[in-house]
């Protein structure tokens, strides 16, 4: 067990599809599910507004027909397709930022800005989508970044005072190279980047 983050590339018409049908977001997260869609509309339909959460009232269920599912190119995917950055993503969030959830944008994408599918809880939260321009301004920063640079962030005592996940970071380097592991998995996200960019995608983020 444990807290994972995964990437998933999309285009920008999907990003747009999931904001306007934000329980299509499952087609993604659960491919092998279909009902997982159906369910997340039936909850969405029952949650009130806010006038509605005021006085005590229901929402009516929806007038008009759900929308038709997700039709995804051959090279979008489902939610892990494009990376998965497993329990690295928050050490790699404070080379990248020096915070622990914080941290100024495009460098902090991995827990802050793009845009919420909103009402649909995946996980920790929910998903957060960046445009394909987005992604651009993202790979381009951490380009800027050398493996050097942030090599010579990794500050083990400061990352366990701050509570970045997993807390595995004062390890005895000889029996866990836990730099290493961070700095293959930064070589993950940027192979990634790459790819969604060169697909002309944006991409999905989850925290599972």
Do not use: C
């Amino acid at each position: 067990m444990g807290m994972y983050l995964a990437l998933a590339s999309v285009s920008d018409a999907t990003i747009e599809r999931l904001h306007a049908d934000p329980p299509l977001i499952w087609q993604l997260v659960l491919p092998d599910q279909p009902e997982a869609v159906t369910e997340a509309r039936a909850q969405m339909a029952q949650q009130p507004g806010f006038l509605g959460r005021l006085f005590g009232r229901r929402a009516a269920p929806p007038s008009s027909p759900p929308s038709p599912p997700l039709d995804l190119q051959a090279d979008e995917g489902e939610l892990g397709e494009a990376g998965n950055l497993e329990k690295a993503w928050h050490g790699i969030h404070y080379l990248l930022t020096g915070t622990a959830w914080e941290g100024d944008a495009p460098l902090n994408f991995l827990l802050a800005g793009g845009r919420e599918v909103d009402g649909i809880e995946i996980g920790y939260g929910p998903a957060r989508t960046f445009t394909a321009a987005e992604t651009r301004d993202i790979a381009v920063a951490l380009a800027r970044v050398s493996d050097e640079e942030l090599r010579r962030r990794f500050a083990p005592d400061e990352m366990m005072r701050l509570e970045i996940y997993p807390e595995i970071w004062d390890r005895d380097p000889e029996e866990d190279d836990t730099l290493g592991y961070l700095m293959e998995s930064v070589a993950s996200l940027r192979e990634t980047l790459g790819t969604v960019v060169g697909r002309g995608y944006g991409l999905l983020v989850t925290i599972t």
